[in-house]
């Protein structure tokens, strides 16, 4: 039977970061909203937390579900605003996957300025407590603006190369996202409808229409 993958968003809605990051909880669950997806496509069994579960509760959760893998994901804080970049923490078995998760994040263009991206860290409960292969990735600093802009404005590109480290460390094979059509995009976006003659020529009354619809994308933006 295929890996199973216990993923542990950051239960902490207390831990709030700059420049309207909001918590690391919200975050961390937008986060792993983007990162499934890609998992998903790839083939790759997982059971994600929820909110509702209590991170003390989680490993023992994970331990019934008889997972492979443990995966927790956290936003950093305490760099008073001078530190940036993602740090995983690892216990035993954990460092082949810690590496590969520094690795595919640093392939982004996201530097760091910490001494090291990959700790052992036996001690933190997410990674004593599951009986699976542990890894605790802080994926960047809430209370820095590169950490922030990195979290928010690239978050995409946070959460492909999570879902690449996880996918090669559960020995898949990386499925490309298939771009979307733009008439489909298009038609996804409200600009036109979904019976739209693609091939006819646009009326003026069709193009003020478009740039009203627009115009309303835009501000709501």
């Known amino acids: 039977?295929?890996?199973?993958?216990?993923?542990?968003?950051?239960?902490?809605?207390g831990n709030i970061g700059i420049n309207g990051y909001g918590s690391e909880m919200e975050q961390m669950n937008l986060l792993m909203d983007a990162v499934t997806p890609h998992l998903d496509r790839c083939?790759?069994?997982?059971?994600?937390?929820?909110?509702?579960?209590p991170i003390d509760n989680r490993p023992q959760q994970a331990n019934e579900m008889k997972a492979d893998y443990y995966l927790a994901l956290?936003?950093?804080?305490?760099?008073?605003?001078?530190?940036?970049?993602?740090?995983?923490?690892?216990?035993t078995g954990g460092k082949a996957l810690a590496e590969k998760l520094i690795q595919e994040l640093k392939a982004t263009g996201q530097q760091s300025n910490r001494a090291s991206g990959i700790q052992s860290r036996p001690g933190l409960?997410?990674?004593?407590?599951?009986?699976?292969?542990?890894?605790?990735?802080?994926?960047?600093?809430?209370?820095?603006?590169v950490g922030v802009q990195f979290l928010t404005e690239r978050r995409g590109d946070a959460a492909r190369a999570i879902a690449k480290a996880v996918v090669a460390e559960d020995g898949r094979t990386w499925v490309p996202e298939q771009p979307l059509d733009p008439k489909e995009q298009a038609v996804s976006l409200g600009l036109f409808p979904k019976d739209t003659d693609w091939a006819g020529a646009l009326t003026r009354q069709e193009a003020a229409q478009l740039a009203i619809r627009l115009k309303d994308l835009i501000e709501r933006a």
């Open 74 to 91: 956290h936003s950093n804080a305490g760099g008073g605003g001078g530190a940036w970049g993602p740090i995983a923490f690892y216990h």
């Open 125 to 145: 409960f997410e990674l004593r407590a599951p009986e699976a292969t542990a890894c605790l990735l802080e994926v960047d600093f809430h209370d820095s603006e």
């Open 1 to 13: 039977m295929a890996n199973l993958w216990y993923l542990s968003p950051s239960d902490q809605d």
């Open 43 to 53: 083939g790759v069994r997982y059971f994600r937390a929820a909110k509702t579960t």
